[in-house]
């Protein structure tokens, strides 16, 4: 019988949890600073950004559910990686969105909602940098699992004896 490891049974599956947590914690204050920004200033950036939150989030929850119900099969990281894949790439794209508006003049000409929000804005740059480096180490940590962690095979008594009867044999002392 071949008992595959299950990716979240391995290091490399806990240290990617905690980084998926990490993921949804920025996108959580990501989502709640676009969120109090979209009521006023309705920009392409923080529009982007905003879905990116909120796909994130649900991205976050359906992959990790899928792959908690089926951990038993050997494709089951294949989702994870999927998405992790596909996120990193938009939290780039947002965070490059954020750093272009906000770095290319002072917070104090661009005004968020009316107000003068310096911090606000950057908040949400970094959180978006810090979502986006998540979801790529997350996607890294799956790809290290896929190539270096090898299935462990368990035999039965039965298949255990056909093997040692097979290699004595072979080798001639049987």
């Known amino acids: 019988m071949e008992r595959t490891e299950s990716f979240h049974g391995h290091p490399l599956g806990a240290v990617g949890w905690v980084a998926r947590a990490l993921q949804v914690f920025s996108s959580i204050i990501v989502l709640g600073i676009t969120a109090w920004a979209v009521t006023e200033?309705?920009?392409?950036?923080?529009?982007?950004?905003?879905?990116?939150?909120?796909?994130?989030?649900?991205?976050a929850a359906c992959s990790g559910l899928i792959s908690?119900?089926?951990?038993?099969?050997?494709?089951?990281?294949?989702?994870?990686?999927?998405?992790?894949?596909?996120?990193?790439?938009?939290w780039l794209t947002s965070f490059?969105?954020?750093?272009?508006?906000?770095?290319?003049?002072?917070?104090?000409?661009?005004r968020w909602h009316g107000e003068t929000v310096c911090s606000r804005q950057y908040t949400a740059e970094a959180f978006s940098f810090t979502a986006f480096f998540t979801?790529?180490?997350?996607?890294?940590?799956?790809?290290l699992f896929v190539y270096y962690a090898r299935p462990r095979t368990v035999l039965s008594k039965e298949q255990t004896e056909q093997h040692l009867a097979q290699n004595l044999n072979e080798a001639g002392l049987m």
């Open 135 to 143: 979801t790529f180490l997350g996607l890294v940590l799956e790809i």
């Open 68 to 90: 908690c119900v089926a951990r038993k099969r050997r494709w089951h990281v294949l989702i994870l990686m999927v998405a992790d894949g596909a996120l990193s790439y938009l």
């Open 41 to 59: 200033t309705k920009t392409v950036t923080v529009i982007y950004t905003l879905v990116i939150s909120v796909l994130s989030l649900l991205a």
């Open 96 to 110: 490059i969105f954020l750093a272009l508006d906000f770095n290319r003049v002072s917070c104090h000409i661009n």
